[in-house]
């Protein structure tokens, strides 16, 4: 079992930067694939980035590609994304989400994720 917990949103103005943090509690941690998701309102919940186990791998989705950075640290059991640039339409609750199956590569589906946070506001102004 991982409990998930973000924080680090907040209003922004357009162009501006935001660091997102998750931190997750549990010993496998460092076993788990990692992703961040997204969703406005009236919108479904969509991938924005996603990482490896071990860092090795990760995976952004082409809306952010260039702006978005994941990251993690397992000795902190911390996940993290970087946010540049951004826009309104970036606007949305960001979610960090952890697959059960250990060691298992990134995937962009929101249903192969099985541990969910409460998710962070982050709004971009205009």
């Known amino acids: 079992q991982v409990q998930l917990v973000e924080s680090g949103g907040g209003l922004v103005q357009t162009g501006g930067s935001l660091r997102l943090f998750c931190a997750a509690s549990?010993?496998?941690?460092?076993?788990?694939?990692m992703g961040w998701f997204r969703q406005a309102p009236g919108k479904e919940r969509e991938f924005v980035a996603g990482?490896?186990?071990?860092?090795?791998?990760?995976y952004i989705a082409d809306s952010v590609k260039g702006r978005f950075t994941i990251s993690r640290d397992n000795a902190k059991s911390a996940v993290y994304l970087q946010m540049n640039s951004l826009k309104p339409e970036d606007t949305a609750v960001y979610y960090c989400?952890?697959?059960?199956?250990?060691?298992?590569?990134?995937?962009?589906?929101?249903?192969?994720?099985?541990?969910w946070g409460q998710g962070t506001q982050v709004t971009v102004s205009s």
């Open positions: 549990g010993r496998t941690f460092s076993s788990y694939t």
């Open positions: 990482i490896s186990w071990n860092g090795d791998s990760t």
């Open positions: 989400g952890a697959r059960r199956i250990v060691y298992s590569p990134v995937v962009v589906e929101v249903n192969q994720y099985d541990y």
